[in-house]
């Protein structure tokens, strides 16, 4: 790199020079020759004699100013620069673009010959010259002119016009009435299958619902559809917003840098997250399907309608509507379950985040791009930010927030401070100090100590709050503690004294507080931060006994599981430090365990989050410098304890509770819990043979992918036989090949990377494709760090060199994957030298792409 590329800073944050209230697209689509011809009027905000506007590999073919031809401007390597030009003008751009080449996957390209578009963040530039900022809303009328082989020509709104053209194409004009910013411009061209369907919304209107799949897939999107209908109505009754154009349609293409994009009422999809049957598709698929069609359509409002002022406010939108989505699966499935998934993404993969060089607030104070920042601190620890808002506002008080907000700002772009203000605004509450959370970064620790008096009958808790080493907020935050007291028995104790939120909240506001309990009987056990309440380090030296008691007794299902990771944790740790291989389980923990079986939870996919032990990026979340190899060790030694001691109750539940393969909440948790005890079967019982090929011969793929996994895991002797016969039945399908990609790379046979190697050319993959190389390597580099941080630094060599390749290809995939190399400071002296090795010979690429370039360069000094 030649020049070190300049980070742009949140406050030097600028009003767009002019304003554009409509833009006049046409596309003329050829697959090396697109012309895209731009219209539109621009009013400047003041006295300007030019603008400057955005754009990126393109051709300039003609520009004319109020109708004519104009040649006083200047190209520049980021856009164009238009000089002598009156303070309110009309402008027309025509530019020529080569989709065919465009393997970036921002901005027009080709994925498997359909045209379709990606331009969040800032890939409108790549399209045509324009103000490719979020802060220029303006409505946009669309004409897409192919050729017939393409019969659906598509864009964002309602369509206006259509007709035949010649020498065999034809046209078709939409138009969104609504003002957007060119983040959410969309264009799809292509022949799909289709599912349609309607929607009644609750003031009587007919909305026309599409589905466009790739030929051949019309049974897999079913579930996609019914999400749909689930969204719209859940978005009716629980934040009473209404859908707003005629027509809301979904395209699912197989190449997609992310997993889906909310353009208005075009949202284009990865095919991941869209096409799902049971032969095809696991539970997980389909809850992740159900979730992520939520989101999409949630951002119609919390994104579209009312939208970021700038993309350091991203958190604005994803945030919130990621804790939309949260409350979306809460409601229509499993509370416990939906938030155990959630704080799992927060300590597997957001404290390592806020941990590591790359930790930033949810609202980022520099950037250098704005790809690197759709990050798990973004989305998740900005949900997380919106759901304390919600425990200290309550749902009453929070929706109304939710209707001052849309009532203020509706059709405009603004900051994460308007939304904070209308919620406070709305319920007459002071979160000045909240406001915090939008700059500090690092994960804050709660240290907390309880004091029990058994002749006054109170209970003491005393809370000190600290941040993180680097946290550039120093000032205490404003932290939702929830609590619950158990008493001898179990029972949960009312609580009196303590000034409380929503009955069991305590609210911090200050460095150290202590909170005082009356009429305590006996001394309590607590439950403390329950439900995560905070995204927070919880520090309290709670004995065995008590975690057994919270296990086996506290209200909330998630406050039973937390207990049993901090008892596993506690459990690895031990087996960590202790030099005697031959240590066995603590007692209170393998009582814990054989309860479990006697006193099963109504929902048994519960049972198998309970005996589930906590992952490796989880666990090494506790180190400063990573024990890698005691800590693999750790788990397996772990793992096969349990299944020694949960044997019998694992084999009567395995041969007595069958699967009938239906997709009920019921059929659902048996298959999870069948699947985990499959697995804990395999490390130690005699004779799974069976079951194991019953299980990968299924026509149900998750209980095909529970018997794969099973049999790679333990490394039985039939793990090779059973994964070629998957690839003999499903090499036709790539999205199913994907899971047999992931399972080869959480091989922990030594022989993992030359297999990785060898399947690079295999004919399913493909390095061009975003989804092949997330599901090969990129679960490589995550889920295997006992193949990944080998001594012999052949894990970090092979994720090194592909980078290296995808630099090129695609930069924003290359930054994605390149995460596990980054906190290398973290591993012990050999490890750190093989990995900043790679990092070093990363930095030196003579055109690093922006993406790498700032992580790297964060990551190095």
Known sequence: MTQKPQ????ADYQPPSHQVEHIDLTFNLSPLTTRVIAKYELQANGAQSYVQLDGVDLTLISLKVDGQPHSDFTQLVDGIKINSVPESFSLEIETEIAPEKNTSLEGLYLSDGAYCTQCEAEGFRKITYFFDRPDVLATYKVTVIGDKSFPFLLSNGNQVDSGDLEDGRHFVTWEDPFKKPSYLF????????TLEDKFVTKTGREVKLQLFVDKGNLSKAPHAMTSLKKSLQWDEERFNLEYDLDIYMIVAVDFFNMGAMENKGLNVFNSACVLANQETATDRDYHVIESIVGHEYFHNWTGNRVTCRDWFQLSLKEGLTVFRDQEFSSD??????????AVNAMRTHQFAEDAGPMAHPIRPEKVIEMNNFYTVTVYNKGAEVIRMMHTLLSEEGFQRGMKLYFERHDGQAVTCDDFVNAMADATNTDLSQFKLWYQQFGTPTLHIKTKYDAQAKTYQIDINQTHAKNDPVTEPLHIPVAIELLDESGEAIALKGAPLKQDKVLELTEEKQTFVFEDIGSEPTPV???????????EYEYSLSQLGHIAKYASSYYARWEAMQILFTQQIRA???SEDKNQTMFGELSSVLESLFVNKPDDLAILAEYISVPNFDTLSGGYDIVPVDALCQAIERLERQIADLLKTQLTEFYQNVQDSGGLSAEEVAIRALRNKSLYYLSLTAENVSDWLKEQANSSNMTTKLGGLKSALNAQHPLATELMQEFDTQWNHDLLVMDKWFAMHATSQSDKCIDVILSLYEHPCFDKSNPNRVRSLVGTFA???????????G???ELLGNLIAELNELNPQNA???????????RFDESRQEKMRAQLERLAGISDLSDDLYEKIDRALN
């Open 7 to 10: 980070a742009k800073l949140l």
């Open 186 to 193: 969309a264009l799809v061209a292509g022949d799909f299958d």
């Open 332 to 341: 229509l499935g499993s509370r416990a379950l939906n938030r155990i998934d």
């Open 528 to 538: 403390l931060l329950e439900d995560f309440s905070a995204p927070c380090l919880l």
């Open 575 to 577: 087996y960590v430090d």
């Open 782 to 792: 995550r889920m295997n760090p006992k193949q990944f941080h080998r001594p012999d």
């Open 794 to 796: 052949k894990g970090y």
């Open 815 to 825: 930054s994605r994957i390149i995460t596990p190399l980054l906190s290398f400071k």
